[in-house]
């Protein structure tokens, strides 16, 4: 069973650092793309910011200076660095793992994983 455990969130005031870590476990071979996703109350899950296989960064406009994606070397792990933390920041932050080749029991399948998410809320 692939797994992805989120830590790190909590209540910040603004301007305020926070780092969040996603660790991945299970029968995995291999993870293409490692993200966050955050969603606020009432809107849709939106991303915030991924890094794939090659190291490719997509950070989302209004976090770009302020926050970084960075992962580990073996794609089983990845960290958000969220720093001059905004009210509009607040939200449940979920991890991804996309492109994941893992063993089905019956042979390798592929899929996308999501955490259970945490929560961050930055107060003014």
């Known amino acids: 069973q692939v797994q992805l455990v989120e830590s790190g969130g909590g209540q910040v005031q603004a301007g305020e650092s926070v780092r969040l870590s996603c660790a991945a476990s299970?029968?995995?071979?291999?993870?293409?793309?490692l993200g966050w996703y955050r969603q606020a109350p009432e809107n849709q899950r939106e991303m915030v910011a991924t890094?794939?296989?090659?190291?490719?960064?997509n950070i989302e406009d209004s976090v770009k200076g302020r926050f970084t994606v960075s992962r580990a070397n073996d794609m089983r792990a990845v960290y958000l660095q969220m720093n001059a933390l905004k009210p509009e920041d607040s939200g449940v932050y979920f991890c991804?793992?996309?492109?994941?080749?893992?063993?089905?029991?019956?042979?390798?399948?592929?899929?996308?994983?999501w955490g259970h998410g945490t929560q961050v809320t930055v107060s003014s």
């Open positions: 991804k793992a996309g492109g994941v080749i893992y063993n089905g029991g019956d042979g390798p399948r592929s899929g996308d994983f």
């Open positions: 299970g029968p995995i071979h291999m993870i293409t793309m």
């Open positions: 890094v794939n296989i090659g190291g490719t960064k």
